[in-house]
C-alpha cells in the first residue's frame, strides 16, 4: 500500500445546496439566512472570521467550521453570478468595516455568542455532503488508524472506468489520491491531474449554461500536469463502489493548494495512462471542483 506517512493537516442563486448547508447556514448570520443573498452571507462570515482572529474569540474547530460556511458562501456567489473580484473587494471592505469595532463590544459579543452555540450543534457532524451542479463532495472526519480511507472524496465521470477522487490517508499523513479501477482488466502505470494553471489563464473559461464537466476543463495550453508520485493497490475503503480491486495514486504535497486556488465552477481532469503497442493509451475522468475548500475547511475541524 501506498505509504501515508507524510503529515499535513487539511487546509448559495440559493438552490440545493442551500438544503444541504442548513445547519451551516446558522454560523455568524446577521439577518436571517434566507433573506440574505450568497454575497452578503460571505462578507458577513468573512468579517466574523476576521473579528474572531483579532479578538480570540474561537477555538480552531469553531474557525474551521465558519471558514466552511464562509467556503459555501463564496461558491454559491460565484454560481449567482458575482465575479471573484467583486468577491475579494467585498471581502477586503469586510474586514476593513469591523477593524475597528473594540473586542469586547455589545455586537461582537452577541455576534460570537451566536457562533458559538451554532457550533455546539454543527460540531457533533461527523461526516457531510457538499453538492455541486454535477458531483458531490463527500467529507468524513473519522479518520482512519491502519488503512487508508476517504477524508474527501468524489466519484469521477469517466466512461467505463470506475474512479474516486480526493483526499485521502489515515492518522499520521494524508493527500491528494485517485483510485481507479477498469472493467477490462486494464492497468495503469500513471496517473496525472490536468488543472488551470493560473500564471497561464487568470480566470477559468465557463460556456453559458450547463455545459458537461468537460467543457469545464482547461484547455491543454492553459493548464498544468501534476504527475503522480506513487501507486500502489487501493485499500479497500479506498476502492470504487463494486470492485474488489483498483489501482491508487498518490500526488505531491502541493497538489492540495493547487486545488484551492481553482474557481469552483470549473473543472479538473485526471489522466490514466495505459501501455499500448502504439503507444500510451489515455484515459480521462472529470472532476468537478465545486465546494473542495469548504470540504477542506470542515475537516479541519479534527478526526472524531
Not at 477522487?165 to 485517485?178: C, K, M, S
Not at 496525472?192 to 495550453?221: E, T
Not at 468537478?288 to 477542506?296: L, R, S, Y
Request: contains cysteine; charged residues 20%; aromatic residues 8%.
Amino acid at each position: 500500500m501506498i505509504s501515508w506517512m507524510r503529515p499535513h493537516r487539511p487546509h448559495y442563486a440559493a438552490r440545493r445546496w442551500l438544503i444541504a448547508a442548513a445547519t451551516l447556514a446558522l454560523l455568524a448570520d446577521i439577518r436571517p439566512a434566507l433573506a440574505q443573498t450568497p454575497y452578503e452571507l460571505f462578507r458577513e462570515r468573512t468579517a466574523m472570521l476576521a473579528t474572531g482572529e483579532r479578538c480570540r474569540l474561537f477555538d480552531a474547530d469553531t474557525t474551521a467550521a465558519l471558514d466552511a460556511g464562509r467556503a459555501q458562501a463564496r461558491t454559491a456567489a460565484l454560481r449567482a453570478g458575482t465575479e471573484s473580484d467583486a468577491l475579494d473587494r467585498g471581502a477586503d471592505q469586510a474586514r476593513a468595516q469591523v477593524a475597528p469595532l473594540a473586542c469586547n463590544a455589545p455586537i461582537v459579543m452577541r455576534e460570537a455568542q451566536r457562533v458559538k452555540s451554532a457550533f455546539a450543534l454543527y460540531s457533533g457532524m461527523h461526516r457531510m455532503s457538499f453538492p455541486g451542479d454535477v458531483g458531490a463532495w463527500r467529507a468524513d472526519r473519522t479518520l482512519a488508524v491502519h488503512n487508508a480511507s476517504w477524508m474527501l472524496a468524489q466519484d469521477a465521470f469517466a466512461g467505463q472506468d470506475r474512479v474516486v477522487f480526493g483526499l485521502a490517508g489515515r492518522e499520521g499523513g494524508q493527500a491528494i489520491t485517485v483510485a481507479v479501477a477498469s472493467p477490462d482488466g486494464a492497468e495503469p502505470y500513471a496517473a496525472r491531474i490536468l488543472m488551470r494553471d493560473p500564471l497561464r489563464a487568470s480566470r477559468p473559461y465557463l460556456p453559458g449554461g450547463h455545459p458537461p464537466l468537460q467543457a469545464r476543463a482547461p484547455v491543454r495550453a492553459a493548464a498544468r500536469a501534476i504527475l503522480a508520485e506513487a501507486k500502489a493497490p487501493a485499500d479497500r475503503a479506498l476502492l470504487p463502489v463494486g470492485v474488489n480491486a483498483a489501482s491508487a495514486f498518490r500526488f505531491p504535497t502541493e497538489t492540495l493548494a493547487a486545488l484551492q486556488k481553482l474557481d469552483p465552477r470549473e473543472a479538473i481532469s485526471v489522466e490514466f495512462l495505459y501501455p499500448s503497442s502504439g503507444g500510451d493509451l489515455v484515459r480521462t475522468a472529470f472532476l468537478e471542483v465545486g465546494d473542495f475548500n469548504a470540504g477542506v475547511a470542515f475537516l479541519k475541524m479534527g478526526p472524531r
